[in-house]
């Protein structure tokens, strides 16, 4: 168990370190230069190079680079070329926010996907397997930027049920959270059913209802904990495109999360920012796959069992 | 449908119109109704259209739909159902690349991550792995951070946010294979690798991939019009789905038109694609193909 769990972290922080080098890279020998794009249009030629100096983008880019992972290190991650004030500032007022988002929508959606999937997976020619299959589909097809904004006209403006955007208390998670829910629904819903239908058919299924134990404990009970392992392997591998449909929400809602402040630094050409941004996003990702990976030793004592 | 299916199959000479029957399900048939029209439409645009994509009129701006303009009219006048017309040529082309870009490299890193040496296996699952993790927003942040944003970088995006989950797949069913005793009899013989790859698993993964064709496609096109909305895809004035709706985006209080509508026509296009997808995954399953 040890070096399993030894093994993941080396893998997570090997992950992390190549993307955080990629961008890098990937912005210093291609972008737009910051300096023109911070100082007035018509500046002289040496007030841009103060920028530069400020910035410190007038030195070779492997000088940059260094300066950048000492300052990582450190746990410093520069400064904002936008808003003159600590990267790791910025990205700590609007992470939370967005883990919020993002972890209301997924328990939206893994509720959904539980329920519906079992009660399809149990009677597929009810209404409930029509529904399933219909949801599955329409959350695939569906943009979550589109389905946002539907939900903005029809519970915002016309109902005016819930607030169209910005953040002020858990009233304001509602919409953009089932915006984002729908989009990481359809594969869940689908791996839900499928490894519920597969379960239904098992020799511990029937003998449960020789001893003539209830339906409803029957599948959410002991059907349910084998039919979980799936779905929580789709939830981990999911997590990056739940944080893009969490990014392209808080554009849609004006929600304050990490996803404005990137489209923010990116329309600022603001290095540290999308640097930073890329690195604590692609770090939280790791470490819930690596959660997850935890996890799933913990329900089902089997895989545990095999771990050296 | 599964019994008609069984019974194709176990006629020794099924008549042709039964097996043309069996081909079908109600999923593949509504969803290439709906697909054909929305093609259709994109395709005959100069002839259905009733204004042009970018004709202007200041003397009917924001209009609600109407016999005139069955999807309204936007902040400048222009009619947006003709501009949806014009833009499903855009959108639905750029999808088609990056549908066929991401899979034709997600195909060969699939067999690359099955067949290639013990360092090109594991380096492709480590990439794979990465490319998963990466939210594909930020990505697209990123590169169009780097680079002015075009049509040719969309489809480069696209490639680069569709590669991996085709890769995955294939190189699950790679794997598989790779255990049969067939693989084992060419290794035996002294078949190279690469050449099993291409010329003996790769057609046991092909319908898989016309699965997974529908499923990209459909997902391609969600990902063209998010990326058109945040403006990081194609620009205007080239009408394309997302764009439209990125038009509308600062109406969306007074002029729900403009937004909702194209839409629909997007939902309805990519729906079709996902029931085809789904439809055919029911057949392959039926007839035990995988």
Known sequence: ?308 | MTTVTAIAMQAPRPAPHRAWRAALNPPIVIGAAILGLAILSAVLAPVIAPYGPTTIDLSAVRKPPSFAHFFGTDGVGRDVFSRVLYGGRVSLTVAGIGMIGSLAFGTAMGLLGAFGNRFVEVAVSRLIDIQLAFPYVLLAIAVTSAVRPSIPVLILLMVLAGWAGAARVVRGIALQERGKDYVKAAAVLGVPKMRVALKHVLPTIIPSLIVLAAMQMAAMIVFEATLSFLGMGVQPPTPSWGGIMLDGKNYITSAWWMTALPGVALVLTSLALVLIGDGLQRRFNAKGVR
């Open chain 1, 1 to 308: 168990m040890q070096s399993f769990v030894l093994g993941r972290v080396l893998q997570a922080a090997f992950i992390i370190f190549f993307i955080a080098v990629s961008v890098f890279l990937i912005l210093r020998l291609s972008a737009g230069d910051p300096a023109r794009i911070r100082a007035p249009v018509f500046a002289r030629p040496d007030v841009i190079e103060q920028y530069r100096k400020d910035f410190g983008t007038d030195r070779p880019v492997i000088a940059q680079l260094g300066s950048f992972f000492a300052g990582v290190a450190k746990g410093d991650l520069g400064n904002s070329f936008r808003f003159q004030e600590p990267v790791i500032d910025l990205i700590a007022r609007a992470l939370p926010k967005t883990l919020l988002l993002a972890a209301t929508a997924l328990a939206i959606s893994l509720t959904l996907a539980i329920v519906l999937g079992s009660m399809a997976a149990l009677r597929p020619n009810s209404f409930w397997g029509w529904l399933s299959s219909a949801l599955a589909a329409f959350g695939q097809a569906a943009p979550v930027f589109w389905f946002g904004v539907v939900l903005v006209l029809i519970f915002s403006i016309t109902l005016k049920w819930f607030p169209s955007g910005g953040f002020s208390g858990p009233l304001s998670l509602v919409l953009p959270a089932i915006a984002v829910s729908l989009s990481i629904l359809p594969t869940q819903l689908r791996v839900l059913r499928a490894a519920m239908e597969a379960t239904l058919r098992q020799d511990f299924i029937r003998t449960a209802h020789a001893f003539g134990l209830r339906e409803r404990r029957i599948v959410f009970v002991y059907a349910l904990r084998n039919a979980c392992l799936p779905l929580i392997t789709v939830t981990g591998v999911d997590i990056g495109y739940l944080l893009g449909g969490v990014i392209v929400a808080e554009v849609v809602f004006n929600f304050p999360g990490i996803g404005e402040l990137a489209l923010v630094a990116l329309n600022a050409r603001d290095y540290p920012l999308i640097q930073g941004i890329t690195i604590v996003t692609a770090t939280t990702f790791v470490l819930v796959n690596l959660l997850i990976d935890l996890l799933y030793g913990w329900i089902d004592p089997r895989i545990r069992l095999e771990q050296p």
